[in-house]
């Protein structure tokens, strides 16, 4: 399915409610370096169930698809996996090409070009180890409308890696695990003349979380602690950094923290912290999860998309709280499942008056279907096929999924 398939998913929810939002050249230029670009994307991410959940995926995050949300879920085995070993994967690709304000940071962007991200993660289990390798990736190009660069294009490039290492404690009741991050980031100016970078990110940090899930019950407890990823060398060999293709470059470029904390359950005939017998769990079962999701600030923030018009638009100058909730419904036990949820994207940019810009509430939807089984090393395995929709204020994101029925 390509990107067009998967921005039909949303394209008439994100219609409703569409609006001019403000035009660029509103914002004062940079005078000198002394600023940091604010690297925060409050948008869901990770896999399709996650997204289709609202993003909410704290206390249930499990195997490959749950790493983005908690790096202890690879050492989070399914229901269903009883073997001293077992494994996972999941490739998941979504298409934020409809709307026009990406970011809600009040700049129009209805003329933005996106690659659809991708999210693949593997996971190999063994005893009570986890341990994970995943990577997201995305490109977005940007027109400017600016006077000193009328033709010219910004396109940013962003890839995220992880090495993930988990383990269960107390017969299972207690998961923990840690993750190296590195980020790999590009900014890059596109005008008559040709491409010149003008930002480069290479950094990484540490992340840990855990997930407590007591034998014979139903609820589960999740948190994690994410650190900040920070550039101190942005700019580009060769190229002034006081005149860098007639940018004025950060001084800093920063990812800021994140802290989160969740709450899960499970409604159906058998508990959910338990080891089936059997290979498969095919009962009518409801699955929620509510998250609060904390960012942490950024000194001298500023916005990467004024940054390309050659403005200073705040951005991260204090600390946001998000809220996140969903739920995930097995309609048709080992077929065919369906969920939804909302969630709170915060207000992370001012507007030209010096007033914060209003968060949004997001709409996400989503299904499951078991499209083919098959045996491998004397074990079946079901893999699935999903769909899942993102929708707001000027905003739509439509994705697909491939991954193993769980």
Same mark, same amino acid.
């Given at each position: 399915?390509?990107?067009?398939?998967?921005?039909?998913?949303? &394209?008439? &929810?994100?219609?409703?409610?569409?609006?001019?939002?403000?035009?660029?050249?509103?914002?004062?230029?940079?005078?000198?370096?002394?600023?940091?670009? @604010? =690297?925060?994307?409050?948008? %869901?991410?990770?896999?399709?169930?996650? &997204?289709?959940?609202?993003? %909410?995926?704290?206390?249930?995050?499990?195997?490959?698809?749950?790493? =983005?949300?908690?790096?202890?879920?690879?050492?989070?085995?399914?229901?269903?996996?009883?073997?001293?070993?077992?494994? @996972?994967?999941?490739? #998941?690709?979504?298409?934020?090409?409809?709307?026009?304000?990406?970011? $809600?940071?009040?700049?129009?962007?209805? #003329?933005?070009?996106?690659?659809?991200?991708?999210?693949?993660?593997?996971?190999?289990?063994?005893?009570?180890?986890?341990?994970?390798?995943?990577?997201?990736?995305?490109?977005?190009?940007?027109?400017?409308?600016?006077?000193?660069?009328?033709?010219?294009?910004?396109?940013?490039?962003? =890839?995220?890696?992880?090495? &993930?290492?988990?383990?269960?404690?107390?017969?299972?009741?207690?998961? +923990?695990?840690?993750?190296?991050?590195?980020?790999?980031?590009?900014?890059?100016?596109?005008?008559?003349?040709?491409?010149?970078?003008?930002?480069?990110?290479?950094?990484?940090?540490?992340?840990?979380? %855990?997930?407590?899930?007591?034998?014979?019950?139903?609820?589960?407890?999740?948190?994690?602690?994410?650190?900040? +990823?920070?550039?101190?060398?942005?700019?580009?060999?060769?190229?002034?950094?006081? @005149?860098?293709? /007639?940018?004025?470059?950060?001084?800093?470029?920063?990812?800021?923290?994140?802290?989160?904390?969740?709450?899960?359950?499970?409604?159906?005939?058998?508990?959910? $912290?338990?080891?089936?017998?059997?290979?498969?769990? #095919?009962?009518?079962?409801?699955?929620?999860?509510?998250?609060? +999701?904390?960012? /942490?600030?950024? !000194?001298?923030?500023?916005?990467?998309?004024?940054?390309?018009?050659?403005?200073?638009?705040?951005?991260?100058?204090?600390?946001?709280?998000?809220?996140? /909730?969903?739920? @995930?419904?097995?309609?048709?036990? /080992?077929?065919?499942?369906?969920?939804?949820?909302?969630?709170?994207?915060?207000?992370?940019?001012?507007?030209?008056?010096?007033?914060?810009?209003?968060?949004?509430?997001?709409?996400?939807?989503? %299904?499951?279907?078991?499209?083919?089984?098959?045996?491998?090393?004397?074990?079946?395995?079901?893999?699935?096929?999903?769909?899942?929709?993102?929708?707001? !204020?000027?905003?739509?994101?439509?994705?697909?999924?491939?991954?193993?029925?769980?």
């Amino acid at each position: 399915m390509g990107p067009k398939a998967c921005q039909w998913l949303a &394209v008439v &929810v994100a219609l409703i409610g569409y609006e001019q939002t403000t035009e660029a050249q509103e914002f004062a230029a940079p005078s000198d370096r002394n600023y940091t670009i @604010d =690297l925060f994307l409050g948008q %869901a991410l990770g896999s399709s169930r996650i &997204v289709g959940m609202g993003g %909410a995926a704290t206390a249930m995050a499990k195997g490959s698809s749950g790493m =983005l949300a908690n790096p202890a879920s690879p050492a989070v085995r399914a229901t269903t996996s009883h073997e001293v070993w077992d494994w @996972d994967w999941h490739l #998941d690709s979504m298409s934020p090409g409809l709307g026009s304000d990406h970011d $809600n940071n009040g700049i129009a962007t209805s #003329d933005a070009s996106f690659t659809p991200s991708a999210t693949f993660g593997a996971v190999f289990q063994y005893k009570e180890w986890g341990f994970g390798i995943g990577a997201t990736g995305l490109v977005i190009e940007n027109a400017s409308s600016d006077a000193m660069a009328p033709e010219a294009r910004i396109r940013t490039e962003a =890839l995220v890696n992880q090495v &993930v290492v988990a383990r269960s404690f107390l017969g299972g009741d207690l998961v +923990v695990g840690a993750a190296a991050r590195g980020v790999l980031l590009q900014v890059t100016n596109i005008d008559d003349a040709g491409e010149q970078a003008l930002l480069e990110l290479g950094g990484g940090s540490f992340e840990t979380g %855990a997930i407590c899930k007591p034998r014979g019950q139903s609820l589960r407890l999740g948190a994690t602690v994410r650190l900040p +990823v920070v550039s101190d060398e942005t700019s580009i060999e060769a190229c002034d950094p006081l @005149d860098c293709a /007639g940018y004025i470059l950060p001084n800093k470029v920063k990812i800021p923290w994140e802290a989160s904390i969740g709450i899960a359950g499970r409604r159906g005939p058998s508990a959910w $912290n338990r080891t089936a017998k059997t290979r498969w769990v #095919d009962e009518k079962a409801l699955l929620w999860d509510v998250d609060l +999701v904390l960012t /942490g600030r950024t !000194k001298r923030g500023a916005g990467l998309e004024a940054f390309g018009l050659h403005q200073l638009q705040p951005s991260g100058r204090k600390h946001n709280l998000s809220i996140r /909730g969903g739920v @995930d419904y097995e309609w048709f036990p /080992g077929r065919f499942r369906v969920r939804g949820g909302t969630y709170y994207e915060p207000g992370r940019f001012k507007d030209p008056a010096g007033e914060d810009i209003s968060g949004r509430m997001h709409l996400t939807l989503g %299904a499951d279907l078991r499209v083919w089984q098959f045996g491998f090393w004397d074990d079946d395995y079901r893999v699935r096929m999903s769909l899942t929709s993102d929708v707001a !204020k000027n905003f739509a994101n439509g994705g697909l999924s491939i991954g193993f029925w769980h």
